[in-house]
């Protein structure tokens, strides 16, 4: 079926490294794609988007990368900071369809 | 412009009651969105608003929810003869029509537990 998923539920990195989250999707008509970031009691926050027609966009400390051919993308965040800690989901869109989610990543990030 | 407001932000009712949120988006922003997410799980699309205009409902929005954005402004969810499996967090997001519809500005949420 159509769905929106990710490879891992947790990820815990050392402050400072860098974090990199994946997530999958099976719908070959979607051409939008954004990463958000969810902390605890908060909204989505948008961090980053990409369209079908990119491979890679770089924001400050983030980058995704959208790989079409395996229908994946990644968020990468460089230099991880407590602050990054949070919920991060990728979405996506198809052309006059609203943003589907997929479960979400949880990132620790440790002291 | 303090981004999207919600209201309540924490609501506790009994099995049967009735709920209404409240939802103000940006002021320039055309498009409203409900989305309903439930703990550990993304957020899932119920339905959304241009303008005054219902466009879309998902089949998870049951004959006991309706939505209503009257004068294209602020935006109203009902919940009738609320279920314990309506507990989760409603969030409100809006976006302008044209470039950057899909960039979606959400509210904290109104976080509904049912007793």
């Known amino acids: 079926g159509e769905s929106v998923g990710l490879h891992l539920p947790t990820l815990s990195v050392q402050e400072g490294d860098n974090s990199i989250i994946n997530c999958a999707y099976s719908?070959?008509?979607?051409?939008?794609f954004i990463w958000y970031k969810q902390e605890s009691g908060k909204g989505p926050q948008f961090i980053i988007d990409?369209?079908?027609?990119?491979d890679k966009r770089q924001g400050q400390r983030v980058t995704v990368l959208l790989n079409k051919t395996v229908k994946h993308l990644s968020l990468q965040i460089a230099a991880t900071q407590p602050g990054d800690s949070a919920v991060y989901f990728c979405?996506?869109?198809?052309?006059?369809?609203?943003?589907?989610f997929g479960k979400g990543t949880r990132l620790s990030v440790i002291a | 412009d303090t981004g999207v407001s919600q209201d309540p932000r924490h609501k506790i009712t009994k099995r049967g009651q009735n709920v209404t949120f409240r939802c103000d988006p940006i002021?320039?922003?055309?498009?409203l969105y409900w989305y309903r997410q439930t703990l550990g799980q993304g957020p899932e699309f119920l339905t959304y608003?241009?303008?005054?205009?219902?466009?879309?409902k998902s089949r998870l929005l049951s004959d006991r929810f309706s939505a209503e954005r009257p004068k294209g402004s602020f935006s109203t969810l009902e919940i009738q003869r609320t279920e314990q499996g309506d507990s989760a967090m409603y969030l409100c997001a809006s976006s302008p029509a044209g470039a950057g519809a899909n960039v979606l500005t959400f509210g904290a949420g109104s976080r509904l537990t049912v007793l």
């Open positions: 002021s320039e922003h055309n498009r």
């Open positions: 979405a996506e869109s198809r052309p006059n369809t609203p943003l589907v």
């Open positions: 990409i369209r079908s027609n990119m």
């Open positions: 719908n070959s008509a979607s051409d939008y």
């Open positions: 608003f241009q303008n005054e205009a219902q466009l879309e």
